[in-house]
């Protein structure tokens, strides 16, 4: 949502600045330009990395700034799927560690306008199957399910579960015998 900066970088956070929104297309293409490929972040003070052992979401929660450190982050690919007004839609696959508040936050701050994010939807995490993944409402659906037809919620909601081992798929393999 461009015209609107947050606490946060996203829609629960507390509006900090509202400019109107003057953006041709040609302007947020070359401002997604700059995103692609490899860059710097600097982390978002509402982020879970620690600082002196404690998340920067409570610093940032107390008004307490700290230093953070930017980081290599990798921008793989960046879609615009949608621009209309002060909305815009993007399809981004990036590295791990890459904030996606912090990339539509520094755009906003591009663009002059100041943005925020006001959807997101995770559409992988590393090897995990788009296919498998369930949102919140499908799962409370589902719960409400076997309730209303008196099963056992295990009966529905097993199935959905992925095999431990695809937690560690693509890391190396020790195998050790008893001898």
């Known amino acids: 949502k461009l015209g609107i900066r947050t606490t946060t970088s996203d829609v629960d956070g507390e509006i900090v600045c509202e400019k109107a929104v003057d953006v041709s297309a040609e302007q947020l293409a070359s401002a997604l330009d700059s995103f692609r490929g490899t860059t710097k972040q600097i982390p978002s003070m509402y982020s879970a990395l620690k600082y002196q052992g404690q998340p920067l979401y409570k610093y940032a929660r107390e008004g307490i ?10 921008v793989f690919n960046l879609d615009l799927l949608r621009f209309e007004g002060d ?14 508040r912090t990339i539509i936050d520094d755009l906003g701050e591009l663009l002059g306008c100041g943005a925020h994010v006001a ?4 559409l992988a995490v590393g090897s995990y199957p788009v296919d498998k993944m369930i ?3 499908e799962l409370d659906d589902l719960l409400e399910k076997a309730k209303a037809d008196d099963i056992t ?14 937690a560690v798929v693509g890391m190396p393999a020790v195998y050790i015998d008893d001898m």
């Not at 700034?65 to 990798?74: F, G, K, L, N, W």
């Not at 696959?93 to 996606?100: L, M, P, R």
């Not at 959807?119 to 995770?122: F, G």
């Open 65 to 74: 700034e700290v230093p953070r450190e930017s980081r290599d982050i990798t």
């Open 119 to 122: 959807d997101l939807r995770r």
């Open 87 to 100: 909305e815009v839609d993007l399809d981004i696959h990036v590295s791990k560690g890459t904030y996606i």
């Open 135 to 137: 949102t919140l409402p």
């Open 153 to 166: 919620p295990s009966e529905i909601l097993d199935p959905l579960l992925l095999p431990m081992q695809s």
